[in-house]
């Protein structure tokens, strides 16, 4: 079966089981930014399973192919279809497969799709730990914001592993865009890193009154609901 049948067939799957009213609501939360076919994350998760099962996951440049087509269309359920592939063969992939993970963190880019696959890129980095600073140098650099917010967030489970200082370096320098998803992704970091230590967030964010006030309440949300409690 090449990229394109394998595509054919799923999407022959996710508009028989798609919903017309569903999808409508779908669009809407997402601003109209795409098409859907109007499949549940439960419905979608379960065909991928089957099909996965019944044809198979796609390998090396099969992947990328298949991957770049389900973009190409403009229902959301595809694009997290091909996520869902490249996840299950992540722990396979050489190290310069960064340069894919960028490429899909470049292309139709929101924040369902820019999350999960910086969630992918930490699992990367932590197999490929010398490919992090120059990595997240260049793309810190590059303007994009959606790589920008992965530069923020892909630590985000990283725990006690966590590199602190890069953490902290990286969000003073988005301190003064007004990009939300910049802002909100500096305040999850730094709200999930306070779970680890939060005497070093609450030292960072009263330090550095140029934090934005969405970051700084996003920062201190743990905090100071657990002093509320006292």
Same mark, same amino acid.
């Given at each position: 079966m090449t990229s394109k049948q394998y595509l054919h067939y799923v999407q022959a799957i996710f508009l028989e089981k798609g919903d017309i009213e569903m999808a409508q609501g779908q669009m809407r939360y997402m601003r109209n930014q795409f098409e859907f076919y109007g499949l549940k994350a439960g419905q979608w998760m379960a /065909?991928?399973?089957d099909v996965f099962k019944e044809k198979g996951i796609l390998e090396r440049e099969e992947l990328k192919?298949?991957?770049r087509l389900c973009f190409e269309d403009v229902h959301?359920?595809?694009?997290?279809f091909a996520l869902e592939m490249v996840q299950k063969t992540l722990k396979k992939q050489p190290s310069n497969f960064i340069d894919f993970l960028e490429e899909l963190i470049s292309?139709?880019?929101w924040?369902?799709?820019v999350d999960w696959?910086?969630?992918l890129v930490g699992i990367h980095f932590k197999q490929y730990p010398e490919l992090i600073q120059s990595t997240t140098e260049r793309w810190m650099a590059s303007g994009n914001f959606w790589l920008q917010r992965v530069c923020l /967030?892909?630590?985000l489970s990283y725990r006690e592993k966590s590199d602190f200082g890069q953490m902290k370096k990286y969000i003073l320098q988005i301190a003064s865009s007004k990009e939300f998803f910049l802002q909100k992704g500096a305040g999850w970091a730094l709200?999930?890193?306070s779970r680890t230590d939060q005497a070093a967030v609450t030292d960072f964010v009263e330090n550095n009154p140029q934090l934005s006030a969405l970051t700084k309440r996003e920062a201190m949300r743990l905090i100071l609901a657990k002093k509320s409690q006292k």
């Open positions: /065909i991928s399973k192919e298949f991957s959301r359920e595809l694009h997290y292309t139709k880019s924040w369902d799709t696959l910086a969630k /967030i892909f630590q709200r999930q890193h």
